[in-house]
């Protein structure tokens, strides 16, 4: 049976953030803690490949607009199906923080490229389409998590051959990636085959000077700055609340399948409704889920206010990259995809170190306000762009 290339990408998306999950939950500190990592190395190690993604997604969109978006993904499965292989090598913690660094390349290439993949082959329909791209990856970020574990349990006889058969299994997805990435078609003509890279970098900055491109992708940095000060503060919050391990798991679990179901129905909703409005309510049902959970006390409401905050992520970011390729043409959704995840890396990175420091001069508590004072300021500002750019 021949696989549409929106399948091909789909299955490529399940496998490649399958395999860029295992590598890192919950195996990633307990192997730089083997290696003798102390707090400190083992919070750098983890950001590394958050600082690759923030500063490699932007080149990569810009040159899948050049050269092809098959290119740029089948570089992105060499490094899936490569890096893995390389941890079974370290020994030492700076080695391991290199090969996070280069593992970093292959999720800061795919998604931005992947997405404007998607937006390429779909201008009607493109929300939902988005959405079924964006559940595929979150299949593979749900399961990872579980089968790492599992992993590492059943072999804790021998730690260090639980590390080896994790990112085995690691590299064994990553290598179907590849060969799904390497089966898509390859594009016909380029546009960017008659331009000239001064055009590009030209059309480039005609992007990030275009308002309502900039700040919908604020709106996905402000959505993803309260979730890391969520995914970040929650199991402390609720073991302070006398919520067991099992319990914040479930929250968690629970707050992944919330979002990966109900994406594709929120992208068709934004396909027939608008997303302007989409974008405004999900932001805002963020913030008011921010707010609710320092008033909660026990499972049920956390439970509650976690499942509407998956939803809350669901309405927004279905809507997001969505009306950013709206915004811009066939020939830069690379560029403009590039910008979103950048801006997503950085507020995914931020959103922990915010909240930390609200959370030990205020309390816990604190970290959540101050994330819905975020989500509130930038629904404001991105209401007012687009009213202006209307």
Not at 250 to 259: C, N
Not at 299 to 310: C, K, Q, T, W
Request: proline share 4%.
């Amino acid at each position: 049976m021949k696989l549409s290339p929106f399948r091909l990408l789909c299955g490529a998306g399940l496998a490649a953030i399958f395999s860029s999950t295992i590598s890192k939950n919950p195996v990633l500190p307990l192997f730089a803690s083997h290696l003798g990592g102390e707090p400190s190395w083992i919070g750098f190690i983890a950001g590394v490949s958050a600082f690759t993604g923030i500063v490699a997604s932007i080149p990569a969109g810009l040159l899948s607009d050049r050269v092809g978006r098959k290119r740029l993904l089948v570089a992105s499965g060499v490094v899936f199906a490569s890096a893995p292989f390389l941890y079974l090598g370290v020994t030492v913690l700076w080695q391991l923080a290199l090969v996070r660094f280069f593992h970093g390349f292959a999720t800061a290439i795919f998604m931005p490229v992947g997405m404007a993949l998607v937006s390429d082959l779909y201008r009607t329909g493109r929300g939902e389409r988005l959405g079924w791209f964006s559940s595929s990856t979150l299949a593979g970020r749900f399961i990872a998590p579980m089968a790492g574990g599992a992993l590492i349990t059943l072999l804790a006889y021998d730690p260090e051959l639980g590390f080896r058969a994790v990112y085995a299994v690691c590299g064994a997805a990553g290598v179907i990636a590849l060969v799904l990435m390497w089966k898509l078609p390859v594009e016909r003509e380029r546009i960017a085959d008659r331009r000239s890279w001064r055009q590009d970098l030209a059309r480039f900055r005609s992007l990030i000077s275009h308002r309502v491109i900039v700040v919908t992708a604020v709106i996905e940095a402000a959505i993803l700055f309260s979730y890391g000060a969520f995914e970040t503060f929650l199991p402390l919050f609720a073991l302070e609340h006398g919520v067991s391990a099992l319990g914040v798991g479930v929250f968690l679990s629970a707050q992944i399948v919330t979002l990966a179901a109900t994406k594709p129905l929120m992208g068709r909703f934004s396909d027939r409704h608008g997303r302007p409005p989409q974008i405004v309510a999900g932001t805002l049902l963020g913030a008011a889920c921010m707010v609710a959970l320092p008033l909660t006390g026990s499972f049920l409401p956390m439970l509650a206010v976690s499942v509407v905050f998956g939803l809350s992520l669901s309405v927004v970011t279905s809507a997001t990259a969505a009306f950013i390729a709206d915004s811009s043409t066939r020939e830069s959704h690379g560029s403009a995809m590039g910008i979103l995840g950048s801006l997503m890396d950085i507020g995914h990175t931020t959103g922990p170190l915010a909240a930390g420091f609200l959370a030990g001069y205020y309390g816990l508590g604190w970290s959540f306000i101050g994330a819905a004072v975020v989500l509130a300021l930038a629904a404001l500002v991105f209401q007012g762009a687009v009213r202006a750019g209307s």
